[in-house]
């Protein structure tokens, strides 16, 4: 099947010319091209139309959970009639095993799985699988760690069709193989159940559900049913039922992995010996047999993915299965935000590698434990085909990879042009930023302050606040929820200014923001140079009358050039503008809606339909962490009961950012009730 793209408008301003370079580029071969597009343009979009014109399977590749689920919602919407699928880290929160040498600290793993996300996951691979073409997968930087050998999940597979001759009692233990489940009563994914001579069972993935009927040993007939109701809904010939998981190896595999686990153990102890540490001898002895007896009896163990370089057939050193081996050879390759997703992909194997190394250096985990990683940076070069980097400030690593294959983006579709950006003298910065916040008050319009750091910009708000201005601020050290809640509360209109260090960049959508002043630009470093100017700059372009303030002493080469940019985008779209009469339009805020799940005292957070009554500020919201010393009672139970609730809540409607506040909070809740236990004693 063809990809069909819907949209209810056409590729305007660049982008039809940059759509036919990018499609032209591709189909002449080359290996890597970039689209060097500004906040505004219309990337997605462009997106959409390069991949309905070569049809092929794509992966999305995003920096993080919130973005990717951003672009998952976009093509979704594109391509309504084609397979998009999700594909992130699927644990709501995580907490993974480490051990910290200097303090004799070992921390275990702790983890709550997203069932939702999972069956997702599951969804991609499906699709891959199935031999469709028209699949587009969005995923995170999760997709570089390992997943089950493709071989193996394919093979594990059950086939069924009518007619075919097969015991009951041989279909029922082979679903429980791929881990699904025997139930009495209602069906979930990943269960069947029996009742007489007929077998249904509810897949995976989606809401496919199916009803085998037996005469003796004969699959009879093969019905899709509703999953709720239990009505037939159509006959089928046959039918697959893939794994509950996509870490299921054949029975042969996991004998094979059984027998080599204990060779190396036996290995592991002889050396710790040898070298007079019978602690770490006695600790993986242990750890290890426990992890072999849950194994055999019950086909896993926790922390089972330490072990996956047996159960895949790999040998030591080799690199992890992954997402990206499931794709065929032709796909073509996405990277969003390429300056911040390629420099996070270079990064994950060192993080994860130092962690590894003490776990089994101290006896926690076998040495087969390094190999359950993230790709290289150089294995995951290797293994992806086409590529198009997609960035307002693609790095020079991108630039250097697409030689001549760079196609620019600059006219928005709203007409809007670039901020332009003025550089003025820090003498009086303070005086003049007054002036600018009395004159964007007036006209009804906000702005964004940006500092170097997060002292000075606590400190610029607070004097904001003194001298009468609304004013908030905003940095890493809050909380997650409560960075979502001051955005939104500037949509809502409750303060004029908000103050930031390096989080109003990339994915930030503010068309309210008239002005952006950056404080101390002529200070060189990660926070002043040409891309983070240039990122926060975009802030103030869905303003029709953006502007920039830079405050400086002098001027940087990082300060040039981006003024130097920025007046050569302005003036190719202020040429654009003028050829074709075109009036720029106010840009409009892409979610109508902030996240009910920002409204802390509603009951299962549903849709809101008045949003006036979350911005409501005589009435208190709940407060679910008090001072230490508060006593709880019984309460506290509820109390992280809720939290958990919201957190599994948030995390299935694809909000990471409010599932990690409520994990914080259920943390905070479990510390308090664990001191009050102490203090009674």
């Given at each position: 099947m063809?990809?069909k793209?819907?949209?209810?408008?056409?590729?305007?301003g660049d982008?039809?010319?940059?759509?036919d370079?990018l499609?032209a580029?591709?189909?002449?071969?080359v290996?890597?091209?970039?689209?060097?597009?500004?906040?505004?343009s219309?990337?997605?979009f462009?997106?959409?139309?390069v991949?309905?014109?070569?049809?092929?399977?794509?992966?999305?590749?995003?920096h993080?959970?919130?973005?990717a689920?951003?672009?998952?919602?976009?093509?979704?919407?594109f391509?309504?009639?084609?397979?998009?699928?999700y594909?992130?880290s699927?644990?709501?929160y995580?907490?993974?095993?480490?051990?910290?040498?200097s303090?004799?600290?070992y921390?275990?793993k702790?983890?709550?799985?997203?069932a939702?996300?999972?069956?997702?996951r599951?969804?991609?691979?499906?699709?891959?699988?199935s031999?469709?073409r028209?699949?587009?997968?969005?995923?995170?930087?999760?997709?570089i760690?390992?997943i089950?050998?493709p071989?193996?999940f394919?093979s594990?597979?059950i086939?069924?069709?009518?007619?075919?001759?097969?015991?009951m009692k041989?279909?029922m233990?082979?679903?429980?193989?791929?881990l699904y489940?025997?139930?009495e009563?209602?069906l979930?994914?990943?269960t069947?159940?029996?009742?007489?001579?007929?077998?249904t069972?509810?897949?995976s993935v989606?809401?496919?559900?199916?009803?085998?009927?037996?005469?003796?040993d004969?699959?009879?007939d093969?019905?899709?049913?509703?999953?709720e109701?239990?009505?037939?809904?159509d006959?089928?010939?046959s039918?697959?039922?893939?794994?509950?998981n996509?870490f299921?190896p054949?029975?042969?595999?996991?004998?094979q992995?059984?027998m080599?686990?204990?060779?190396d153990?036996?290995?592991q102890?002889?050396f710790f010996?040898k070298?007079g540490?019978?602690?770490?001898?006695?600790r993986?002895?242990q750890r290890v047999n426990y992890?072999?007896?849950m194994i055999?009896e019950?086909g896993?163990c926790?922390?089972?993915?330490n072990?996956?370089?047996?159960?895949?057939?790999?040998?030591?050193?080799?690199?992890?299965?992954c997402?990206?081996?499931?794709?065929?050879?032709d796909?073509?390759?996405i990277?969003?935000?390429s300056?911040?997703t390629?420099?996070?992909?270079?990064?994950?194997?060192?993080?994860?590698r130092?962690r590894?190394?003490?776990l089994v250096?101290?006896?926690?985990?076998?040495?087969?434990?390094?190999?359950?990683?993230?790709?290289?940076?150089?294995e995951?070069?290797?293994?992806?085909g086409?590529?198009?980097?997609?960035?307002?400030t693609?790095?020079?690593y991108?630039?250097?990879?697409?030689?001549?294959?760079?196609?620019e983006?600059?006219?928005?579709?709203t007409?809007?042009i670039d901020?332009?950006?003025?550089?003025?003298?820090?003498?009086?910065q303070?005086?003049?930023l007054?002036?600018?916040?009395?004159?964007?008050v007036k006209?009804?319009e906000?702005?964004?302050?940006?500092t170097i750091?997060?002292?000075?910009?606590?400190?610029?708000?607070?004097?904001l606040?003194?001298m009468g201005?609304?004013?908030?601020y905003?940095?890493s050290?809050?909380?997650t929820?409560?960075r979502?809640?001051?955005?939104?509360d500037?949509h809502?209109?409750?303060?004029?200014?908000?103050c930031?260090?390096?989080?109003l960049?990339?994915?930030?959508d503010?068309?309210e923001v008239s002005?952006?002043?950056i404080f101390?630009?002529d200070?060189n470093g990660?926070?002043?140079?040409?891309?983070?100017?240039?990122?926060?700059a975009?802030?103030?372009?869905?303003?029709?009358?953006?502007?920039?303030?830079?405050?400086?002493?002098?001027c940087?080469?990082a300060?040039?050039?981006?003024?130097?940019?920025s007046?050569?985008?302005?003036?190719?779209?202020?040429?654009?503008?003028i050829e074709?009469?075109?009036?720029?339009?106010?840009?409009?805020?892409n979610?109508?809606?902030?996240?009910?799940?920002?409204d802390?005292?509603?009951?299962?957070?549903g849709?809101?339909?008045?949003?006036?009554?979350l911005?409501n500020?005589?009435?208190a919201?709940?407060?679910?962490?008090?001072?230490?010393s508060?006593?709880?009672?019984?309460?506290?139970?509820?109390l992280?009961e809720?939290?958990r609730?919201?957190?599994?809540?948030?995390a299935?409607?694809l909000d990471?950012?409010?599932a990690?506040?409520?994990?914080?909070?259920?943390y905070e809740?479990q510390?308090?009730?664990e001191?009050q236990l102490?203090y009674?004693?």
């Amino acid at each position: 099947m063809d990809f069909k793209l819907v949209s209810d408008y056409a590729p305007m301003g660049d982008q039809p010319e940059a759509i036919d370079k990018l499609v032209a580029h591709l189909k002449k071969g080359v290996p890597t091209a970039t689209l060097h597009g500004v906040t505004g343009s219309g990337k997605t979009f462009t997106m959409a139309n390069v991949i309905a014109q070569l049809n092929r399977p794509v992966l999305v590749l995003s920096h993080n959970k919130t973005l990717a689920a951003q672009l998952y919602s976009e093509f979704k919407s594109f391509f309504p009639d084609n397979a998009v699928e999700y594909f992130v880290s699927y644990y709501d929160y995580y907490q993974p095993e480490a051990y910290i040498p200097s303090t004799d600290t070992y921390i275990e793993k702790d983890l709550a799985i997203n069932a939702e996300i999972d069956r997702m996951r599951l969804s991609a691979t499906y699709s891959l699988l199935s031999g469709r073409r028209d699949v587009i997968v969005v995923a995170s930087v999760s997709c570089i760690y390992g997943i089950g050998n493709p071989a193996d999940f394919h093979s594990t597979m059950i086939q069924l069709k009518v007619g075919d001759v097969m015991a009951m009692k041989h279909l029922m233990y082979r679903l429980v193989e791929i881990l699904y489940t025997r139930v009495e009563g209602d069906l979930e994914p990943s269960t069947f159940r029996v009742k007489g001579d007929t077998i249904t069972i509810r897949s995976s993935v989606g809401n496919h559900c199916y009803r085998l009927t037996f005469f003796d040993d004969e699959i009879e007939d093969i019905s899709r049913i509703d999953a709720e109701t239990g009505q037939r809904l159509d006959g089928l010939e046959s039918v697959n039922i893939y794994p509950a998981n996509l870490f299921v190896p054949s029975k042969q595999r996991v004998e094979q992995a059984i027998m080599q686990i204990e060779y190396d153990l036996e290995k592991q102890i002889e050396f710790f010996t040898k070298e007079g540490r019978d602690v770490e001898a006695k600790r993986i002895e242990q750890r290890v047999n426990y992890d072999l007896e849950m194994i055999k009896e019950l086909g896993y163990c926790s922390g089972i993915e330490n072990y996956s370089r047996y159960f895949d057939g790999r040998s030591p050193g080799m690199r992890p299965f992954c997402l990206l081996d499931y794709f065929p050879e032709d796909a073509l390759f996405i990277i969003d935000e390429s300056h911040v997703t390629v420099p996070q992909v270079r990064g994950m194997f060192g993080g994860d590698r130092s962690r590894k190394e003490n776990l089994v250096e101290y006896g926690f985990r076998l040495p087969a434990a390094r190999d359950n990683r993230p790709l290289r940076f150089e294995e995951f070069e290797a293994m992806v085909g086409q590529t198009i980097y997609v960035s307002a400030t693609p790095a020079s690593y991108e630039l250097a990879r697409s030689e001549d294959s760079v196609v620019e983006q600059f006219i928005r579709p709203t007409g809007i042009i670039d901020p332009a950006l003025k550089v003025v003298d820090s003498t009086h910065q303070i005086d003049r930023l007054m002036e600018d916040i009395e004159e964007c008050v007036k006209r009804g319009e906000k702005m964004i302050v940006t500092t170097i750091s997060k002292r000075m910009c606590e400190e610029v708000s607070a004097y904001l606040e003194k001298m009468g201005v609304r004013s908030r601020y905003i940095h890493s050290d809050l909380d997650t929820l409560e960075r979502v809640q001051i955005l939104e509360d500037m949509h809502a209109d409750l303060f004029d200014v908000l103050c930031g260090v390096n989080l109003l960049r990339e994915g930030i959508d503010l068309p309210e923001v008239s002005q952006v002043s950056i404080f101390d630009a002529d200070k060189n470093g990660y926070l002043r140079n040409y891309t983070a100017m240039t990122q926060v700059a975009g802030r103030a372009a869905r303003h029709a009358q953006g502007r920039v303030v830079l405050y400086g002493s002098t001027c940087t080469e990082a300060m040039r050039r981006t003024v130097e940019d920025s007046n050569r985008r302005r003036e190719k779209q202020i040429r654009y503008n003028i050829e074709h009469g075109i009036v720029p339009r106010q840009a409009k805020r892409n979610t109508a809606q902030p996240s009910p799940l920002l409204d802390m005292g509603a009951e299962g957070a549903g849709v809101l339909t008045d949003t006036k009554a979350l911005y409501n500020t005589t009435v208190a919201p709940e407060r679910y962490v008090a001072d230490n010393s508060a006593h709880y009672g019984e309460n506290i139970d509820s109390l992280i009961e809720q939290a958990r609730n919201d957190m599994e809540r948030a995390a299935k409607s694809l909000d990471f950012m409010a599932a990690a506040r409520y994990c914080d909070r259920m943390y905070e809740l479990q510390q308090i009730k664990e001191e009050q236990l102490q203090y009674r004693r």
